[in-house]
């Protein structure tokens, strides 16, 4: 048994499907249909979750691309529902799913839960590239842009047309996650996105917004280094608050740690 998928249009040929994670927070990917070929952006956690948009693609007679925001085992492990698509991310990602570490953690998943995990298959991506990516979709232009910091393969998508920029996890609500600590880096490429022209930011995790939560996360990772402040969590559940509870714990200890 998979996640439970939810889909929604986000606007005209762009769509948001969304699963619960065990850990109480819910996960978002996106299909973006262009004139002549789609792209699907991370793909959850199993190639099950990923039946609603096989079923859009089908309808829309579309080829499809796939890109990896990232190599986190909730953004990719979806992959292997696209045969014969071309998979799109940094050098890293690829390098991440040809990993032990990543097999480690597959393994890990599947003996807690099988039902959910038995036909992921680590796909890795094909092309891959360094700095930034653009996609022509016929229509539309994917750009893909490496933004490190939240993992070093991270990257976001932006669609220039629809001045819509899809985040992956290096933005998302109530604050990121860190795993390394290019906490000032991090933060400056947050905040030049900013004051770009956005009309929808899009997060992996948490609520469809606009550049403003960008300026939050920038924020947050420029404070984490002074006085514990906890950020509010109070629209969550109490499973992804206790999450995220100790996710700021961690960042904390993470960024303190790298201070001289």
């Known amino acids: 048994m998979t996640g439970t998928v939810a889909v929604t249009r986000v606007q005209d040929d762009i769509y948001a499907a969304e699963c619960r994670l065990d850990e109480g927070m819910e996960v978002r990917v996106l299909l973006v249909l262009g004139a002549r070929r789609a792209a699907v952006i991370d793909t959850l956690t199993s190639p099950e979750e990923m039946a609603p948009f096989l079923s859009i693609l089908s309808e829309s007679g579309r080829p499809a691309i796939v890109v990896n925001t990232h190599a986190d085992w909730d953004h990719v492990w979806g992959n292997a529902a696209f045969p014969g698509a071309m998979v799109v991310g940094h050098r890293i990602c690829r390098q991440r799913l040809l990993g032990e570490e990543e097999r480690r953690v597959l393994d890990e998943k599947r003996a807690e839960r099988p039902d959910r995990y038995a036909q992921v298959r680590l796909v890795p991506p094909d092309l891959t590239f360094d700095t930034a990516l653009a996609l022509d979709l016929g229509g539309l232009t994917?750009?893909?842009?490496?933004?490190?910091?939240?993992?070093?393969?991270?990257?976001?998508?932006?669609?220039?047309?629809?001045?819509?920029?899809?985040?992956?996890?290096?933005?998302?609500?109530?604050?990121?996650?860190?795993?390394?600590?290019?906490?000032?880096?991090?933060?400056?490429?947050?905040?030049?996105?900013?004051?770009?022209?956005?009309?929808?930011?899009?997060?992996?995790?948490?609520?469809?917004?606009?550049?403003?939560?960008?300026?939050?996360?920038?924020?947050?990772?420029?404070?984490?280094?002074?006085p514990d402040v906890m950020p509010s969590l109070g629209r969550l559940n109490p499973t992804a608050a206790a999450f995220y509870r100790e996710s700021h714990a961690q960042n904390r200890a993470m960024a303190r740690s790298s201070v001289v």
Do not use: K, Q
Request: aromatic letters at 8%; proline letters at 6%.
């Open 142 to 226: 994917l750009e893909l842009h490496h933004l490190p910091g939240h993992t070093e393969d991270c990257l976001m998508a932006y669609l220039p047309e629809r001045r819509l920029l899809f985040a992956g996890d290096c933005a998302e609500e109530p604050f990121p996650l860190l795993s390394t600590t290019r906490l000032e880096s991090w933060a400056a490429g947050l905040r030049a996105w900013s004051e770009r022209d956005l009309a929808t930011v899009i997060p992996a995790h948490g609520r469809i917004g606009g550049a403003s939560l960008l300026r939050e996360n920038a924020a947050y990772l420029e404070a984490l280094r002074g």
